[in-house]
């Protein structure tokens, strides 16, 4: 059973970081693209980032700007999301989920931005 869970999320002032972990079980992780989702109140959910088995990455370069990087450690069946230079447009309930099947995603960690 696929199993994911998030966490590192909190609440954060303007232009501060935050790094966001989401650990897997329950399926061979070293074979599985990974992605970052968010969904603020109200709005739709975006995808962030995707970080491929092989580890190339790919960005919602809109949303992203170059301030966030995806990673993994796949001898700690881990993904990671470092969150730099935050907004408060930010907001949101960050989720990771397996790059294929969005089904398969965990329950979320909140990040807020507000000063």
């Known amino acids: 059973q696929v199993h994911l869970v998030e966490s590192g999320g909190g609440l954060v002032q303007p232009g501060e970081s935050l790094t966001l972990s989401c650990t897997a079980s329950g399926f061979p992780f070293i074979h599985y693209g990974m992605s970052w989702f968010r969904q603020a109140p109200g709005k739709q959910l975006e995808l962030v980032a995707t970080?491929?088995?092989?580890?190339?990455?790919?960005y919602n370069t809109k949303l992203v700007r170059g301030r966030f990087t995806i990673g993994r450690d796949n001898t700690k069946n881990l993904v990671t999301l470092q969150l730099n230079s935050l907004q408060p447009a930010d907001t949101a309930m960050y989720l990771c989920a397996q790059a294929s099947d969005l089904q398969q995603r965990g329950q979320g960690t909140q990040v807020t931005v507000s000063a």
């Open positions: 970080i491929r088995a092989d580890g190339t990455t790919s």
